[in-house]
Nanobody, 123 residues
């Protein structure tokens, strides 16, 4: 089992940047692929980005390609989401998640979730 704690959210103006972090407990962090998701009120959770166990493969939702970068530091047990050129439409609660599945590009494959961190982008 793994526990996840996100940090780094906040209020930023459009065009600005934020970096989210997600710290994982346990000693088997590199056994999990990691993902970032977001949710706004009254809408379904949306996939944002995912990264393989080794960090060698990444996936992104189309609307964030070229603006967001997912990365991980297995020695620190942490996954990051660098968000640049933020838009008001990126406003959401962002969650990190972990899965031992090879199909980590599918949101249904994730077993462990953090509590979320709010990102608000003002226009």
């Amino acid at each position: 089992q793994v526990q996840l704690v996100e940090s780094g959210g906040g209020l930023v103006q459009a065009g600005g940047s934020l970096r989210l972090s997600c710290a994982a407990s346990g000693r088997t962090f590199n056994s999990y692929a990691m993902g970032w998701f977001r949710r706004v009120p009254e809408k379904e959770r949306q996939f944002v980005a995912a990264i393989s166990m080794s960090g060698g493969t990444t996936y992104y939702e189309d609307s964030v390609k070229g603006r967001f970068t997912i990365s991980r530091d297995n020695a620190k047990g942490t996954v990051y989401l660098q968000m640049n050129s933020l838009k008001p439409g990126d406003t959401a609660v962002y969650y990190c998640a972990a899965t031992s599945s090879s199909y980590y590009y599918l949101s249904t494959e994730y077993h462990y979730w953090g509590q979320g961190t709010q990102v608000t982008v003002s226009s």
